[in-house]
């Protein structure tokens, strides 16, 4: 399109006779040059920042869904348990070191996740359930949630952990920018949840799975895979 543009205006100036070695280009000429860039550029770096996000995301799920793969071999393994000790985190700490030996291209952590390569894990008490997070550079919070059979108890809104007791702050899917604990699903099966838009790193924990207060800031639980 450019070249096209450069074209025409060179043949202009044939056409009116500036064929000297010396003739260059008007001002309105290099003008038209310039806009001509500038809607290039309006439409590439767009396109060029959405895709890089995208990649981003996607990252982050793929290595949630190897992460699983990994944790619910681990569970066949250990007895059809997710942990067999006494205490949730305790359950987290012993499945660590377990993941990241049979995953190498990951890391796992009982903290919060501070990169799409690393596995924010928490488990639950009696060992039937699992949460994983990964944050990705996108500003966005993925999480899958895996139990085996229904757990008994919901998330606390304060001092909480995905299997506590109490009622998180926000339900299921919200779009409300209020800080708060997430809901996570205690139902059987598999379910996956974002929170988009949340750019703290502490936030992205498995253990204490917090939504932030940014404008913007959304949350969504879905059964069928991750929400777009």
């Known amino acids: 399109m450019l070249s096209t543009a ?5 043949d202009r100036r044939h056409a009116a006779g500036e064929v000297g070695e010396d003739a260059g280009f008007t001002l309105i000429e290099l003008m038209v040059v310039l806009l001509i860039l500038a809607i290039l550029l309006a439409i590439a770096i767009p396109t060029f920042l959405g895709v890089t ?15 699983l793969i ?6 066949q393994s250990g007895g059809q348990t997710y942990g067999s000790l006494a205490t949730a985190g305790s359950n987290a ?26 596995i924010s894990v928490s488990a639950s008490t009696d060992g039937n359930g699992i949460v994983l997070a990964a944050y990705s550079k996108s500003g966005n919070c993925f999480y899958v949630i895996d139990n085996a059979q229904a757990i008994s108890t919901t998330n606390t809104a304060t001092t909480f952990t995905p299997y506590g007791t109490g009622t998180a702050t926000h339900a299921a899917s919200t ?23 949340d750019t703290t790193l502490a936030d992205c924990s ?13 949350y969504q639980v879905s059964t069928t895979g991750f929400p777009s």
Do not use: C, H, W
């Open 93 to 118: 700490a012993a499945l660590v070191p377990i993941l990241s030996s049979a995953e190498g291209a990951l890391s796992f952590t009982t903290t919060n996740s501070t990169a799409q390569s690393v």
């Open 70 to 75: 990994n944790a619910k071999a681990q569970y």
């Open 206 to 218: 498995a253990s204490a799975p917090v939504m932030g207060s940014a404008t913007g800031v959304t």
């Open 53 to 67: 996000k995208s990649a981003n995301d996607r990252a982050s799920q793929s290595n949630l869904n190897t992460a």
């Open 6 to 10: 450069i074209q025409r205006l060179n």
């Open 175 to 197: 779009n409300a920018a209020t800080a708060g604990a997430l809901y996570l699903p205690t139902t059987a099966g598999t379910s996956y949840a974002e929170t988009k838009g």
